[in-house]
């Protein structure tokens, strides 16, 4: 099998990038381990930020997007028993969208499939071969072996993928920060108490209330990082989302069936450069981020754009500025989300319990950034996202 761009993973990256390769006149495909049915449950984020829906839109994914998908113009930052609201769009002129990722991915396939486009599914990719000159994907697939030949690979298979350890050892350096707790995330059916996203800081610990539609809420807990979903009855993750959220007079939360509960560690990592010969990585495959700040999609999103358009430059003309300049550009953006992250977690959960001096300065965080516009502005640009890094 042959193509001009072998894409490793059906998630936000690498769908996106094949839909803007496709626009461009070039041919791609995706290799995906799991079946279409797993990708499109699988359950994770929920905010776009203005530029990511700017990019689904103006490539024509905007159309459900647009009818479900759910404008957000501030957030409520919830603390010491008091609500103050960050005007984002007031401060900054943008919006955010909430759109579950599941969304996002299901629109891109279903665009992909209209446009004749090829992904396979459960097709493990295995290891890669030729990047120097002419490289080749090795993947499973119907229970034969077989093989992808491209002129590039973009590996967009997240972190447990094969992409960057196929990188020899010695090319790439990793950046990493781990933090001690987790966060334990529920589905319900339950229709949301705010119009708003709640971020909530509580002396037990962190909360969150989204939502996904007027009849679904998504709501999220800082737990321990070696935490049990089994110890974590529905009755026992009400009780606790109660006394975390319902801290301001005349405010209750809606309760309702859990449809789904699961706990995801928090982690911090870049690995740099984002290429190697013929290889490069985007989304999940290079960076992770604590999700406090809801970067993670929006950040593979912006990879692969610039990726779309530099096999666009290099294609027309073999010009190879901009793949040359991708790692240094890319890395631009992520770096600002890592801090934006790092720092909305810092901010928002129950850090070392035994440093009281933490815990004030957390509280005199807080009190800046719900008291003064300067600072609240940072928090909202970062937030809606930056359009130039
Ligand atoms: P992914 O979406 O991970 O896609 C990678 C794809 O590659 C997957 O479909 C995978 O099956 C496939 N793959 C892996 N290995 C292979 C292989 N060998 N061969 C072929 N295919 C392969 N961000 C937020 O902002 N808020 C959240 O609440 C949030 N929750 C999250 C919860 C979880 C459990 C996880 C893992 C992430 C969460 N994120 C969240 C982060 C966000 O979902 C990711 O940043 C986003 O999915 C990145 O997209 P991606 O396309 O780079 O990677
Ligand atoms: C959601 C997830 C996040 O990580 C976040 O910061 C805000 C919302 C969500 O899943 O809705």
């Not at 829906?53 to 647009?66: E, F, K, N, P």
């Not at 493990?124 to 697939?141: C, K, M, N, Q, T």
């Not at 979903?229 to 809606?254: F, G, K, M, S």
Request: glycine share 8%; proline share 5%.
């Amino acid at each position: 099998m042959r193509t001009q761009v072998g894409i490793i993973g059906a998630g936000p990256a690498g769908l996106m990038l094949s839909h803007l390769l496709h626009r461009h006149g070039i041919d791609s495909v995706v290799i995906e381990s799991r079946s279409r049915e797993y990708v499109e449950h699988r359950l994770r984020a929920g905010v776009l930020e203005q530029g990511s829906v700017d990019l689904l839109r103006d490539t024509g994914l905007g159309a459900r997007l647009d009818r479900e998908g759910l404008r957000h113009e501030g957030i409520e930052l919830r603390f010491d028993g008091e609500s103050h609201r960050v005007p984002m769009t007031g401060l900054t002129g943008r919006a955010i969208t909430v759109y579950g990722q599941q969304e996002v991915v299901k629109d891109m396939i279903a665009a992909r499939l209209a446009a004749g486009g090829t992904i396979l599914f459960e097709a493990p990719a295995e290891r890669l071969s030729g990047l120097d000159s002419a490289p080749v994907i090795h993947f499973r697939y119907q229970n034969r072996d077989e093989e992808l030949h491209c002129d590039f690979v973009v590996g967009c298979d997240g972190y447990h993928g094969i992409s960057r350890p196929s990188v020899p050892d010695g090319v790439l350096t990793t950046y990493e920060r781990t933090y001690p707790f987790a966060w334990l995330g529920v589905l319900a059916a339950a229709p949301p108490a705010v119009d708003e996203l709640i971020y909530a800081h509580h002396e037990r610990g962190f909360a969150l209330y989204s939502m996904r539609s007027p009849q679904i809420s998504r709501l999220y807990l800082q737990v321990p990082a070696d935490e049990d979903i089994a110890d974590w009855p529905d009755e026992r993750i009400w009780a606790e989302l109660r006394t975390r959220l319902e801290t301001v007079p005349d405010w209750t939360l809606n309760e309702g069936p859990v449809l789904e509960k699961s706990i995801t560690p928090l982690r911090s990592l870049v690995v740099e450069p984002m290429q190697w010969q013929r290889l490069y990585l985007a989304g999940d495959a290079v960076h992770i981020v604590p999700p406090t700040g809801a970067k993670g999609m929006n950040l593979a999103l912006a990879d692969v754009a610039l990726l779309g358009d530099a096999f666009a430059t290099w294609y027309a003309d073999g010009s190879t500025d901009l793949l040359d300049g991708y790692s240094r550009t890319a890395l631009r953006r992520v770096w600002r989300a890592q801090q934006f992250s790092w720092w909305m977690t810092s901010m928002l959960h129950r850090l070392n319990a035994d440093d009281p001096y933490e815990a004030k300065l957390q509280s005199a965080t807080l009190r800046y950034v719900t008291t003064s516009p300067a600072y609240a502005t940072s928090l909202a640009e970062n937030y809606v996202g930056l359009p130039e890094v």
